[in-house]
């Protein structure tokens, strides 16, 4: 019941930027966006996330259009390191204020030498 | 480093025992969340707690119980375990429970296998 979709694979050469697509038609005005990446087996890691305005911290950039039904998580330079699943999510209301994040199968972004 | 600590790391079991998985949140952390990952079924949330309170469930078996203690740690009990079961079981915690601008943080995880 991900209320995200993204593509499942991705390729991107080694020093380049990996730019990684999010839909998000039915968000509401007051849900962020969310991304995280899990690299085999270990525990998914935060990335960045934003409600309305561009982000930008150390790992990431997020664009998100205005009208915010899309975004794109964007690794400026891409190392072999950043193999990984990239999950991009929309926390879902389970009660009240009450929010849970639920992960769909993401984008399984390669970065090839 | 997530700051979130999970324990154990590998745990081996047969049918039928019952095992606890701990976790200990990020310090400040009033919210505990459990996540189970088997090979076919990716990420699946169980059960949230806040500040010693059940906040939400998920897909969380009746065989399965949770409980977050005065001290915020957490632990996941797995009974009459099946082969099933095996998976990787996450910990992860955020601030406060309702978290939307907050960011929840994973800890390295807990492989269980039955046998």
């Known amino acids: 019941d991900a209320k995200t979709t993204q593509p499942p694979s991705m390729d991107c050469a080694e020093g380049r930027a990996a730019n990684l697509p999010c839909n998000h038609s039915t968000i509401s005005g007051n849900e962020y966006v969310y991304w995280y990446r899990q690299i085999h087996s270990q525990g998914p890691q935060y990335i960045i996330h934003g409600l309305k305005n561009n982000e930008t911290n150390e790992m990431a950039s997020l664009i998100i259009t205005e009208d915010r039904k899309s975004s794109t998580l964007i690794l400026p330079h891409a190392t072999l390191r950043d193999t990984a699943v990239y999950y991009c999510?929309?926390?879902?209301?389970?009660?009240?204020?009450?929010?849970?994040?639920?992960f769909g199968k993401g984008t399984l972004l390669t970065v090839n030498p | 480093d997530s700051g979130v600590t999970q324990t154990p790391k590998h745990l081996i079991t047969a049918t039928g025992q019952r095992v606890t998985l701990r976790c200990s949140p990020r310090?400040?952390?009033?919210?505990v969340y459990w996540y189970q990952q088997s090979l076919d079924q990716g990420l699946q949330f169980l059960i949230q707690?806040?500040?010693?309170?059940?906040?939400a469930k998920g897909n969380i078996l009746e065989r399965f119980s949770a409980q977050q203690f005065p001290d915020l740690h957490s632990e996941l009990n797995l009974s009459s375990l099946e082969l099933g079961d095996s998976a990787l079981y996450f910990c992860a915690s955020s601030v406060t429970a309702p978290w939307e601008g907050n960011t929840i943080y994973f800890g390295e995880g807990s492989w269980l296998t039955v046998v």
């Open positions: 707690y806040y500040n010693g309170e059940e906040r």
């Open positions: 310090s400040g952390d009033l919210s």
């Open positions: 999510i929309v926390p879902l209301n389970s009660g009240g204020s009450n929010y849970k994040l639920t």
